[in-house]
């Protein structure tokens, strides 16, 4: 079965810089997730969109954007990194129109960002 | 305040051996999820079993299964014969209400299965 793609995979940025990640969400899943987890920290979440547009918000830095596009993959743009930005970055998806999405949230393997 | 407690930050279990990890939540919300994920050291979530809170039985899936005890707001994960396969980090995860999709995580339980 098709499961969550986020690319890259591993990201090495030095302070001050931009990064963009991306997220392409279970065929059919019309909501994305994005969370963030430090080391040796649980997730937290950062932003979420539903059938393209914003739907709930969490802990995300006025540093970061994100949004869905039309074919709903996600992307989270990250500017004037920050050493504390380093942290494993999840993309999760849901099919929330059938409310499956109380249920189920499939998470992406990540993209590990290291600032430097 | 924490919203989802795991107490166990590190558990040890024999293989073949069952085990049970901790969680307890907080919320006045009378309808909401939890979720269990398993985290190996890759660092993938992998969603495991999912529990409502208007479910009438505990939920299972394969060897997990979910003693929810409502009125205790506990939801505490056993894992019945452990494999070596089973050593991850086990992270509790609650949705609240039906409007907020988001999932509120504790912060985890270290597992180590030994043969």
């Known amino acids: 079965a098709a499961g969550v793609i986020q690319s890259p995979r591993h990201l090495i940025k030095e302070k001050r810089e931009t990064a963009t990640l991306k997220c392409y969400p279970i065929?059919?899943?019309?909501?994305v997730y994005w969370y963030q987890q430090g080391p040796g920290q649980d997730p937290q979440f950062l932003i979420s969109?539903?059938?393209?547009?914003?739907?709930d918000k969490g802990s995300i830095p006025d540093r970061f954007s994100a949004q869905q596009f039309s074919d709903y993959h996600s992307e989270l743009n990250m500017s004037s990194l920050e050493l504390g930005d380093s942290a494993l970055y999840f993309c999760?998806?849901?099919?929330?129109?059938?409310?499956?999405?109380?249920?189920?949230?499939?998470f992406g393997p990540g993209t590990r960002l290291t600032v430097t | 305040a924490q919203k989802i407690t795991q107490t166990q930050p590190g558990m040890f279990v024999q293989e073949k051996e069952a085990v049970t990890l901790d969680c307890t939540y907080d919320?006045?919300?009378?309808?909401?999820?939890l979720f269990w994920y398993k985290q190996p050291s890759s660092g993938e979530m992998i969603f495991l079993i999912y529990?409502?809170?208007?479910?009438?039985q505990n939920a299972t899936e394969g060897r997990y299964s979910l003693n929810f005890q409502k009125a205790r707001k506990s939801a505490n994960l056993v894992i019945s014969a452990s494999q070596l396969g089973d050593s991850a980090m086990y992270f509790c995860?609650?949705?609240?209400?039906?409007?907020?999709?988001?999932?509120?995580f504790g912060k985890g339980t270290s597992l180590l299965v030994t043969p």
């Open positions: 919320t006045s919300d009378p309808s909401y999820g």
């Open positions: 969109f539903y059938e393209k547009m914003q739907s």
């Open positions: 529990q409502g809170s208007y479910d009438q």
């Open positions: 065929p059919r899943h019309d909501t």
């Open positions: 995860a609650m949705r609240e209400g039906n409007s907020g999709y988001a999932l509120n």
């Open positions: 999760a998806s849901s099919f929330r129109r059938n409310l499956a999405g109380l249920y189920e949230q499939y």
